[in-house]
């Protein structure tokens, strides 16, 4: 147990719908990253937020936002859903203070199914 | 554009033998290397290198770096069926993780 929870596991949807991915980092950690896993495919990574000020981007649509809030805790929003969203999204979040990255700890992921 | 690139893709082997899974890399500002092994669900974190040609070793999996080749492997050796997995690399560049494709380590009774 990484420590990193995330909700919901699974989350079947149709397209166009809307929907909220979130997760709880460890205990201390102030970073939260956000990443993609479409099948078959490596970590494609989306966001990272530090502290709840957005830290770095990388290829995140602008469908898709994300915050993160003074509790720590992030969420994802996905909107106007497509086929293609289909993916794991994972959220890891890091044991340094300081704004960088070394070791991550993931969590087990959220896999959304658009239909 | 900084990039990761690791191989083979995906190997397949028979227990007991010894595996080595390459990551290259071509980034602007390399801090650290990271080997992760990804089974069912979420990465594991297995070895963070920085300083070249120092090797990191924990049971039957190892790992270096060579900063002069821009690459690190990662040994396995008397392999378990429980090793397969995707294993992925990751280089932290100007505080961001660049991530390979992973290579999918099949291991075979």
């Known amino acids: 147990d990484s420590g990193v929870t995330q909700t919901p596991k699974h989350l079947i949807t149709a397209t166009g719908q809307r929907v909220t991915l979130r997760c709880s980092p460890r205990?201390?950690?102030?970073?939260v990253y956000w990443y993609q896993q479409s099948l078959d495919q490596g970590l494609q990574f989306l966001i990272q937020?530090?502290?709840?000020?957005?830290?770095a981007k990388g290829n995140i649509l602008e469908r898709f936002s994300a915050q993160q809030f003074p509790d720590l805790h992030s969420e994802l929003n996905l909107s106007s859903l497509e086929l293609g969203d289909s993916a794991l999204y994972f959220c890891?979040?890091?044991?340094?203070?300081?704004?960088?990255?070394?070791?991550?700890?993931f969590g087990e992921g959220s896999r959304l199914t658009v239909l | 554009e900084d990039k990761v690139v690791q191989s083979p893709l995906s190997l397949v082997v028979h227990e007991g033998d010894t595996v080595t899974l390459n990551c290259s890399y071509e980034?602007?500002?390399?801090?650290?290397l990271l080997w992760y092994k990804q089974e069912k669900k979420a990465p594991t974190f297995l070895f963070m290198l920085?300083?070249s040609g120092i090797e990191k070793k924990s049971g039957r999996l190892s790992s270096i770096l060579d900063k002069k080749e821009l690459s690190s492997i990662l040994n396995i050796t008397a392999t378990q069926t429980g090793d397969s997995a995707i294993y992925l690399c990751?280089?932290?560049?100007?505080?961001?993780?660049?991530w390979g494709a992973g290579t999918k380590l099949i291991i075979k009774p």
């Open positions: 890891a979040s890091s044991a340094r203070t300081a704004p960088n990255t070394g070791e991550l700890f």
């Open positions: 205990s201390g950690d102030l970073s």
């Open positions: 937020y530090y502290n709840g000020e957005e830290r």
């Open positions: 980034v602007t500002n390399f801090r650290s």
């Open positions: 920085t300083s």
């Open positions: 990751a280089v932290d560049s100007n505080y961001q993780l660049i």
